[in-house]
């Protein structure tokens, strides 16, 4: 049996290379049906059509790398968290490359099958 942490690495691992090929549909099945995602500087996203709205606004800055470090992990019965960072470059068409990097606080809800899937998300950019 795999730990709750190389679980998480599994999907952080999933999310990262989601997020750069822009593939919505493999990003969106790592989340809850009524997950809520709360991004920088923007209200909630409550729900898997909100949440995927704001992966398609993603494209405008076309991200082109990511990497995600989960530094601590924990896990409460049915429930576990996830919190570190992570750096994003994009690549927009037209501008110039930029590389955001940030934090973050997740929590994961294990599913019927065993699984554990983004129910919480929180995140924000270094300064």
């Known amino acids: 049996m795999t730990s709750l942490k190389d ?5 952080w691992k ?4 989601s997020v750069k090929k822009g593939d919505l549909d493999r990003w969106i099945k790592l989340w809850i049906d009524d997950g809520i995602q ?4 923007a209200p909630l996203n409550i729900g898997k059509e909100k949440i995927s709205a704001f992966f398609k606004s993603m494209k405008e800055i076309s991200p ?9 992990v924990r896990e409460a019965g049915d429930w576990g968290f996830s919190r570190g960072n992570y ?7 037209e501008g110039e490359i930029t590389k955001l ?3 973050f ?13 983004i129910a919480r998300d929180i995140f924000n950019f270094n300064a």
């Not at 679980?7 to 999907?11: N, S, T």
């Not at 999933?14 to 290379?17: K, Q, R, T």
């Not at 606080?105 to 899937?117: A, C, N, P, V, Y």
């Open 64 to 72: 082109s790398d990511m990497v995600i470090n989960s530094e601590e």
């Open 87 to 93: 750096w994003l470059e994009t690549a927009p068409k």
């Open 101 to 103: 990097e940030g934090k």
């Open 38 to 41: 709360m991004p920088p500087n």
């Open 7 to 11: 679980e998480i690495e599994k999907i």
């Open 105 to 117: 606080l997740t929590i994961f809800e294990k599913q019927d099958d065993g699984s554990w899937k």
């Open 14 to 17: 999933e999310y990262a290379s």
